[in-house]
């Protein structure tokens, strides 16, 4: 009978031993396993250029001088677009919520996310925080179709789509994850 150290170090080597069959018959490991995972919760992988890119997204010091002249904006939007600091402190930082996030950023076009990129203080990037957020509100909806065939984000963004600040910038899809393998 086994009893201390010798019953810890058998123990660990069990443990060891379970993670190591299953890893190589039970199941999928790696990205798919993250997928497997997340996909349903509407998280879909990063590349690490887009990785790189999340330090610049969370430089906001909520100074407000985004949102000077966005009133017009901001009504027009009937609720949808709260203002750009809104966007960038909120929505923008939480995977799940991007489709309200590319529906609020619909509203601003492209040249005045520009404009606003010049008057930041910390020179948060605007424009490509937006694209990655349609990037990623785009994969999410397409993994909403994949796990259960229909997506009431959807029709928001559909909505989105037909307003002419949509059409801003590259394409969400050219920035979805290739990379990410
Ligand atoms: S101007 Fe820049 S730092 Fe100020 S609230 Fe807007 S994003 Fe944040």
Known sequence: MLSGRALALAVLAWSLLKVVVRRL??????LALFRENYDADG?????????AA?????????CGR????????????????????????????SMPDFDAAALALSHVPEAVLAEKEQ?????????ELA??????????RA?????????????????????PAAALGP??????APEAT
Not at 68 to 93: C, D, F, N
Request: glycine share 10%; hydrophobic share 45%.
């Open 25 to 30: 018959f039970d199941g999928p490991s790696g």
């Open 66 to 93: 985004c949102d000077l002249g966005e009133a017009e904006r901001i009504a027009a939007s009937r609720g949808a677009y709260p203002g750009l600091m809104t966007v960038v402190l909120a929505s923008s930082r």
């Open 43 to 51: 998280l879909p992988p990063l590349s690490p250029a887009e990785r």
């Open 143 to 163: 993994l909403a179709l994949d796990g259960e065939g229909s997506a009431p984000a959807d029709l928001a963004l559909a909505a989105a789509a037909a307003s």
């Open 171 to 176: 394409s969400s899809a050219d920035r979805a």
């Open 131 to 140: 694209r990655f957020v349609r990037s990623k509100a785009s994969a999410a």
């Open 119 to 127: 008057t930041c203080p910390t020179g948060v990037p605007f424009r």
């Open 54 to 62: 999340l330090p610049g997204f969370s430089r906001c010091i909520a």
